[in-house]
Antibody, heavy 123, light 107 residues
C-alpha cells in the first residue's frame, strides 16, 4: 500500500517561498509513475500545480510555471515543491499524489494522495 | 487550456435516489476523464478513470459514461456515505484540469 505524507511550514510570509516535501512509502519513487502536486484553496476546487518523473522530467501548470520548481530525491524516496513570491492567493491545502500516467502520453489519474497540508500566506 | 464545467454545482438527494452529475469539456478529450469523490477534510478519492472504468475497491453503484466532450457520473442508489463533493478531471492534456465540483447534499 503506497502512502504519501506532506511536510513543511504551515505559515509563509508574503513574497516568501513555500517549500513542501512529500515522502513516499510502500513503493518506490523510481517506479513508472509521475508524482504530482495539487492544491485546493479553502472552500474552493482543485488546481494541478505540476509533476515530476523519477528521471527528473517535469511539467508545470503554465499559470504557476514562473514560480514553481518540483524536484525529486530518489535516495530519500521523496519529492518536493517550491513556490516562490507567494501571496495570499497561494493559501491552500497542498496535496501530493501519485499519477498513473505513462512516461509518455496522456491518461493521468491520481490513485494515491497524501492527507494534505494547509499552507497559509500571511505576515 | 481545456476547461471543465460540471453541473449542477450542488444537488440535494435522498438515500436510495439515483443521481447523475454531468461534466462537459471545452474541447474533445476522447475518454480521458476521471471522477473523484472528496469528503470534508479529506483528500480526493479516485472513483472512475478513462470515463467508465471503475477504480479497484469502489462500489459498483458508481458508474461513468461519455466520450468526446460530454460525460456523466451516476450513482445508482445513494448511500449515506456518498454525500460528498464530486470532481471531474480531464487527462487528455499534460496540463490536467478539474471541474469546479458538485456538492451532493442530503435532502
Amino acid at each position: 500500500q503506497v502512502q504519501l505524507q506532506e511536510s513543511g511550514p504551515g505559515l509563509v510570509k508574503p513574497s516568501g517561498t513555500l517549500s513542501l516535501t512529500c515522502a513516499v512509502s510502500g513503493g518506490s519513487i523510481s517506479s513508472s509513475n509521475w508524482w504530482s502536486w495539487v492544491r485546493q484553496p479553502p472552500g474552493k476546487g482543485l488546481e494541478w500545480i505540476g509533476e515530476i518523473y523519477h528521471s527528473g522530467s517535469t511539467n508545470y501548470n503554465p499559470s504557476l510555471k514562473s514560480r514553481v520548481t518540483i524536484s525529486v530525491d530518489k535516495s530519500k524516496n521523496q519529492f518536493s515543491l517550491k513556490l516562490s513570491s507567494v501571496t495570499a492567493a497561494d493559501t491552500a491545502v497542498y496535496y501530493c499524489a501519485r499519477d498513473l500516467r505513462p512516461a509518455y502520453g496522456s491518461g493521468s489519474r491520481f490513485d494515491y494522495w497524501g492527507q494534505g497540508t494547509l499552507v497559509t500566506v500571511s505576515s | 487550456d481545456i476547461q471543465m464545467t460540471q453541473s449542477p454545482s450542488s444537488l440535494s438527494a435522498s438515500v436510495g435516489d439515483r443521481v447523475t452529475i454531468t461534466c462537459r469539456a471545452s474541447q474533445s478529450i476522447s475518454s480521458y476523464l476521471n471522477w473523484y469523490q472528496q469528503k470534508p477534510g479529506k483528500a480526493p478519492k479516485l472513483l472512475i478513470y478513462a470515463a467508465s472504468s471503475l477504480q479497484s475497491g469502489v462500489p459498483s453503484r458508481f458508474s461513468g459514461s461519455g466520450s468526446g466532450t460530454d460525460f456523466t457520473l451516476t450513482i445508482s442508489s445513494l448511500q449515506p456515505e456518498d454525500f460528498a463533493t464530486y470532481y471531474c478531471q480531464q487527462s487528455y492534456s499534460t496540463l490536467c484540469s478539474f471541474g469546479q465540483g458538485t456538492k451532493l447534499e442530503i435532502k
